[in-house]
Nanobody, 116 residues
Framework: VQLQASGGGLVQPGGSLRLSCAAS????????MGWYRQAPGKQRDMVAN???????NYADSVKGRFTISRDSAKNTVYLQMNSLKPEDTAVYYC???????????WGQGTLVTVSS
């Protein structure tokens, strides 16, 4: 399984970006797709995830600003980021957990920089 993330870049505070992550390969229908981020010198933290046939979870710091969605037919997960803040600056990684086989996959990371 390979994950290809895209959509990062430089944006001013208050701006928006949309990240995409397409998964290729064999993934069961019982999975969790999500996004993590890692700022310089900090640990990698969960930003948001979406569970197949179920709900979503968000870190408190992004609730009301970020929205995660998925297109299961395309095995693609999206992260719409609005009202971006400088503290959102990080490398964002997409993640897929295949709950049926107990496997986890990571994308290569895409850099989001929020700065004026």
């Amino acid at each position: 399984v390979q994950l290809q993330a895209s959509g990062g870049g430089l944006v001013q505070p208050g701006g928006s970006l949309r990240l995409s992550c397409a998964a290729s390969g064999s993934i069961s229908s019982i999975n969790v797709m999500g996004w993590y981020r890692q700022a310089p010198g900090k640990q990698r933290d969960m930003v948001a995830n979406i569970i197949s046939n179920s709900g979503t979870n968000y870190a408190d710091s992004v609730k009301g600003r970020f929205t995660i969605s998925r297109d299961s037919a395309k095995n693609t997960v999206y992260l719409q980021m609005n009202s971006l803040k400088p503290e959102d600056t990080a490398v964002y990684y997409c993640n897929v957990k295949d709950l049926r086989v107990g496997a986890q996959y990571w994308g290569q990371g895409t850099l989001v920089t929020v700065s004026s």
